[in-house]
């Protein structure tokens, strides 16, 4: 699974504070986008990219800098965690 963020100072924060929590993930910089590839699940938590950016950070912010994903997509109140979809 991945996502693709904006670039900019919010998609290094993002990615940073994701390796924290996931080192195994993928993080490719396209100039204009980073996608993020990891295996079944990604969380992004809000108060670690606060910490990473130095400011307050939440949801509706993050989804501003999403692009795309893929998989299913749970928006809380302090996180977004995109979990690899089951074929049924």
């Not at 195994?24 to 990219?49: K, Q």
Request: net charge negative.
């Amino acid at each position: 699974m991945s996502v693709k963020l904006m670039a900019g100072e919010e998609a290094d924060a993002i990615a940073d504070a994701l390796l924290l929590d996931r080192p195994e993930a993928v993080v490719e910089d396209h100039g204009s986008y980073l996608s993020i590839e990891a295996e079944r699940r990604l969380c992004f938590e809000m108060s670690t990219i606060s910490e990473s950016l130095g400011r307050p950070y939440d949801v509706p912010t993050f989804l501003v800098v999403l692009t795309s994903y893929t998989g299913q997509v749970d928006v809380q109140d302090d996180r977004v965690v995109i979990t690899e979809m089951l074929a049924s």
